[in-house]
């Protein structure tokens, strides 16, 4: 706790902290400000909200499977503090182009033709400036802090982007959209002047020449940094994770509205108690650990998250629709299931937090600085693969008629095989080089 205060007030540690706060909480705003009102005022059957909900989550995810190589290689071999400050700029464009088509939707202004792809153009804008800006928010953290800080700042990162995800979210579902459609234009100028204090943060070697072919730079940044089978299989427990993850996001709207006949304000209750979660989990794996490097907790960790996901089906398989209309957040707490399904919920997202930060901590320090952060975009790639195949199969579901309800198993099935893969890394981790750095 004394390393996580002494880095708040630090200037190595608190621009970039905050300028990521900011970004996460601009997405959610954005996001969750679109699929809600879509959702609840725009279309009218399930099957067409959950469609919606799974193209706009796969909107967002496809630049960072397209783009990712590129960005590693710029983030490794140019100041990222620079980087860094061009995403930000560009961050407000990209929001005053979502702004206008948050506040055509909400006059009922060409809302088919004009306003909803106006919003996912800039969820796709979105999309990419967090391609860019996702390699740099890890890999800058080994460059700018002592090795007995970078566990800690890990889990601060990860801990406030989830905090920053619940700010976004509560307003997101509670306040008008015309409100959000101004508050994402805000806080990307905020943001932008925030990112102007990050230190430079210049390469470890000559910068070298980019490798443009998208197609080519993709399959030989991960092919490089998944030699290791260490590396490759914390990749690919991470992406499963986000698999999950991504399905359950996809789901929380519509099931909340046609299974739970709830309110957007409890659908955005769903989503906050989320955050909560994974910021806990996030925060309890660090203390467990005790600034050790290690994957030892994430098998159990995964395995209890798919426990929580099948009791959270089993809940919502029992829940009594409301025949007079949707519930809003006092009524629907007043339900004698409510709190178990909270708690189900919160202990998913717990479990998911105490699985995926030692595992991004794992990458950020196991593989040489000059390679960091080419290392988390192969990460980005293998994951933003995996999320749109997640997002690409929630739409096949929907599609299929299969109900939302019944979508939920396909998140515990993933646990299993993602305890599979942790339990892989586990087992490599103790019989290969070292690959538990100690931080203390």
């Given at each position: 706790?004394?390393?996580?205060?002494?880095l708040?007030?630090?200037?190595?540690?608190?621009?970039?902290?905050?300028?990521?706060?900011?970004?996460?909480?601009?997405?959610n705003?954005?996001?969750?400000?679109?699929?809600?009102?879509?959702?609840?005022?725009v279309?009218?059957?399930e099957?067409a909200?959950?469609?919606?909900?799974?193209?706009?989550?796969?909107?967002?995810?496809l630049?960072?499977?397209?783009?990712s190589?590129v960005?590693?290689?710029?983030?490794?071999?140019?100041?990222k503090?620079r980087?860094?400050?061009?995403?930000?700029?560009?961050?407000?464009?990209i929001?005053t182009?979502?702004a206008a088509?948050?506040l055509?939707?909400?006059q009922?202004a060409?809302?088919?033709?004009v306003a909803?792809?106006?919003?996912?153009?800039?969820l796709l804008g979105m999309?990419?400036?967090s391609?860019?800006f996702?390699p740099?928010?890890?890999?800058?953290?080994p460059q700018?802090?002592?090795?007995?800080e970078v566990l800690?700042?890990?889990?601060?990162?990860?801990?406030?982007?989830?905090?920053?995800?619940l700010a976004?979210t509560?307003?997101?579902?509670w306040?008008?959209v015309?409100?959000?459609?101004?508050?994402?234009?805000?806080t990307?100028?905020i943001?932008y002047?925030?990112?102007?204090?990050?230190?430079?943060?210049p390469?470890?070697?000559?910068?070298?020449?980019?490798?443009f072919?998208l197609?080519?730079?993709s399959?030989?940044?991960?092919?490089?940094?998944?030699?290791?089978?260490?590396?490759?299989?914390?990749?690919?427990?991470i992406?499963f994770f986000?698999?999950?993850?991504?399905?359950?996001?996809?789901?929380f709207?519509?099931?909340?509205?046609?299974?739970?006949t709830?309110?957007k304000?409890v659908?955005?209750?769903?989503?906050?108690?989320?955050?909560?979660?994974?910021?806990?989990?996030s925060i309890?794996v660090n203390?467990?650990?005790?600034?050790?490097v290690?994957?030892?907790y994430?098998?159990?960790?995964?395995?209890a998250?798919?426990l929580?996901?099948?009791?959270?089906?089993?809940?919502?398989?029992a829940?009594?629709?409301?025949?007079d209309?949707?519930?809003?957040?006092?009524h629907?707490l007043?339900q004698?299931?409510?709190?178990?399904?909270?708690a189900?919920?919160?202990g998913?997202?717990v479990?998911g937090g105490?699985?995926?930060?030692p595992?991004?901590?794992?990458?950020t320090t196991?593989?040489?600085?000059?390679?960091?952060?080419?290392?988390?975009a192969?990460?980005?790639?293998v994951?933003?693969?995996?999320?749109?195949?997640?997002?690409?199969?929630a739409?096949?579901?929907?599609?299929?008629?299969?109900?939302?309800?019944?979508q939920?198993?396909?998140s515990?099935?993933?646990?299993?095989?993602?305890?599979?893969?942790?339990?892989?890394?586990v087992?490599?981790?103790?019989?290969?080089a070292?690959s538990?750095?100690?931080?203390?």
């Amino acid at each position: 706790m004394t390393t996580q205060t002494h880095l708040i007030h630090s200037r190595r540690f608190l621009p970039m902290f905050v300028t990521q706060l900011l970004n996460a909480f601009n997405d959610n705003l954005f996001k969750n400000a679109m699929v809600l009102f879509v959702v609840y005022e725009v279309y009218k059957s399930e099957q067409a909200e959950g469609q919606f909900s799974a193209v706009a989550s796969a909107v967002f995810i496809l630049p960072f499977f397209v783009l990712s190589a590129v960005a590693g290689q710029l983030a490794d071999m140019r100041d990222k503090a620079r980087i860094i400050r061009i995403v930000k700029a560009a961050e407000i464009g990209i929001m005053t182009i979502g702004a206008a088509g948050l506040l055509l939707a909400w006059q009922g202004a060409m809302v088919a033709s004009v306003a909803i792809p106006l919003m996912l153009l800039a969820l796709l804008g979105m999309g990419v400036h967090s391609t860019f800006f996702g390699p740099i928010k890890y890999a800058i953290l080994p460059q700018h802090l002592h090795p007995d800080e970078v566990l800690a700042g890990t889990g601060l990162v990860e801990a406030g982007t989830y905090i920053a995800i619940l700010a976004g979210t509560i307003l997101a579902g509670w306040i008008p959209v015309q409100w959000a459609a101004a508050g994402v234009v805000i806080t990307a100028v905020i943001g932008y002047f925030t990112s102007c204090q990050v230190p430079d943060a210049p390469p470890h070697h000559e910068p070298e020449p980019l490798d443009f072919h998208l197609i080519r730079a993709s399959i030989a940044l991960v092919r490089n940094t998944s030699h290791d089978r260490r590396v490759f299989l914390a990749i690919m427990a991470i992406s499963f994770f986000w698999t999950i993850g991504t399905v359950l996001f996809v789901q929380f709207p519509p099931l909340a509205k046609n299974v739970l006949t709830a309110s957007k304000e409890v659908a955005s209750l769903f989503l906050v108690i989320f955050s909560i979660g994974v910021a806990l989990g996030s925060i309890s794996v660090n203390a467990l650990l005790k600034g050790t490097v290690s994957a030892r907790y994430s098998p159990g960790s995964v395995l209890a998250m798919g426990l929580f996901v099948v009791a959270f089906f089993l809940v919502c398989r029992a829940w009594v629709p409301h025949p007079d209309g949707l519930h809003d957040v006092s009524h629907f707490l007043a339900q004698p299931l409510a709190i178990p399904l909270l708690a189900c919920l919160l202990g998913i997202a717990v479990a998911g937090g105490m699985f995926v930060v030692p595992l991004y901590a794992f990458l950020t320090t196991f593989v040489d600085k000059s390679q960091t952060s080419r290392t988390i975009a192969a990460n980005n790639i293998v994951n933003s693969f995996a999320m749109v195949i997640g997002s690409l199969i929630a739409t096949g579901l929907s599609i299929a008629g299969v109900p939302i309800v019944h979508q939920l198993l396909l998140s515990a099935v993933m646990c299993l095989y993602s305890a599979y893969l942790a339990r892989a890394l586990v087992k490599a981790e103790r019989s290969g080089a070292p690959s538990t750095v100690l931080l203390d």
